[in-house]
């Protein structure tokens, strides 16, 4: 009989011994659950600078081909192109912005005068250049290096299409 009792009580002292194995797993996981949460959190909302940057440049890309198509028909990139293609852009939230003196959506660079289709060289010219988002500022967040600048770069794009204009 006090073997059983022994025996018993030894079955009992080893259920008691898992079952503190299996709680200290469980808070194992609730650590790790307390860490990991936090960290990915994190990271997704650290994506959205990034989906914002592309997007603008998605935006501002189709609005300038939109732009260079009108430019082609015209022969050059006309005062009302600037002005529309302004407009579309201030729609999405990409106003007009004054850096260092210049205004920018800028157009410099582009064809001002009317180039024909019959001309020797018929390129139409749109170039636009817009400040970009400063994307680094989260790098400060996790200890890296950023550019104090508020603007850390522009959207330049150049692009080319030949003049549908007759005389």
Do not use: C
Request: proline share 5%.
């Amino acid at each position: 009989m006090n073997r059983m009792r022994h025996a018993q009580s030894s079955n009992s002292a080893l259920e008691f011994a898992f079952g503190v194995w299996r709680d200290e797993r469980g808070m194992a996981n609730v650590l790790v659950t307390l860490f990991v949460m936090p960290l990915l959190l994190f990271l997704s909302f650290a994506i959205v600078p990034f989906f914002v940057y592309a997007m603008k440049a998605n935006h501002l890309h189709t609005l300038a081909n939109h732009a260079l198509k009108e430019a082609e028909a015209v022969g050059y990139v006309s005062p009302d192109i600037r002005n529309r293609l302004t407009a579309r852009l201030a729609e999405l939230g990409m106003e007009g912005v004054n850096l260092n003196g210049t205004i920018y959506p800028s157009y410099a660079g582009s064809t001002g005068s009317l180039v024909l289709r019959s001309a020797a060289d018929p390129v139409v010219k749109l170039v636009v250049t817009y400040p970009a988002p400063n994307v680094t500022r989260m790098l400060r967040a996790v200890g890296g290096g950023a550019s104090p600048s508020e603007h850390e770069g522009f959207y330049r794009l150049e692009l080319y299409g030949q003049s549908e204009a007759y005389e």
